[in-house]
């Protein structure tokens, strides 16, 4: 496979280069999410269109109070059953919630596990990169000093990039990306390309 621009996690598809199918059930979503709605995931899922599930995850900001965070925690559970049911990776939305997020890949781990939209401190990267896992950066990255720390140390087996919400072209991400770790852009690219054969088309 010739490199391309993998997106691993976008809202705005493009079509262009490589943009994963995922299906899953938002942690934002989890006081709405019961039985049924885990039930449609689990067609879909099953439907076999679906190269990952996502994104799912625990967010503690926007979980204020304790039975919400419950309510994340079961809808994550849930989801990494399904993931690991139909043998497929997980794309994970975490926001301050980095240690039980790791405590249930624990308890249940898919085949790859990638963060999405990596925010966090260098040697939360390691604890993640330790376990074999990928970590995604985008936009916010560039705006936070030890995300920047942490993507220098990721190694490029392990490295994601991706546009998320943002307007930002993926290509944008790439050449800023090149510029702080020294790289070109075609290196970052055939690094990403590999990455995604090695865990969607070879795993
Ligand atoms: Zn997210």
Not at 31 to 46: C, G, N, T, V
Not at 112 to 120: Q, R
Not at 183 to 198: D, F, G, Q, W
Request: proline share 4%.
């Amino acid at each position: 496979m010739n490199p391309v621009f993998v997106n691993i996690h976008t809202h705005r598809p493009t079509g262009c280069g490589i943009e994963l199918r995922t299906a899953g059930i938002h942690p934002w979503d989890a006081p709405q999410a019961d039985a049924a709605a885990l039930d449609r995931l689990a067609r879909e899922l099953e439907s076999g269109g679906v190269q990952a599930v996502g994104e799912t995850g625990l967010d503690f900001v926007q979980a204020a109070d304790n039975g919400t965070r419950q309510a994340q925690i079961e809808l994550f559970r849930a989801q990494l059953a399904l993931a690991c049911r139909y043998g497929l990776p997980v794309v994970l939305h975490c926001v301050k919630a980095f240690e039980q997020t790791m405590r249930l890949l624990r308890e249940q781990e898919p085949r790859a596990v990638i963060f999405h939209g990596f925010i966090g401190s260098p040697e939360q990267a390691r604890q993640a990169l330790e376990r074999g896992y990928c970590l995604s950066f985008g936009e916010r990255t560039f705006a936070s000093p030890r995300t920047v720390e942490a993507l220098k140390e990721t190694p490029l087996s392990q490295l994601f990039l991706e546009t998320d919400d943002s307007e930002t072209s993926v290509k944008t991400i790439y050449t800023r990306v090149a510029g702080l770790l020294a790289l070109s852009v075609e290196e970052l690219k055939r690094a990403t390309t590999e990455n995604y054969e090695r865990i969607f088309i070879h795993g």
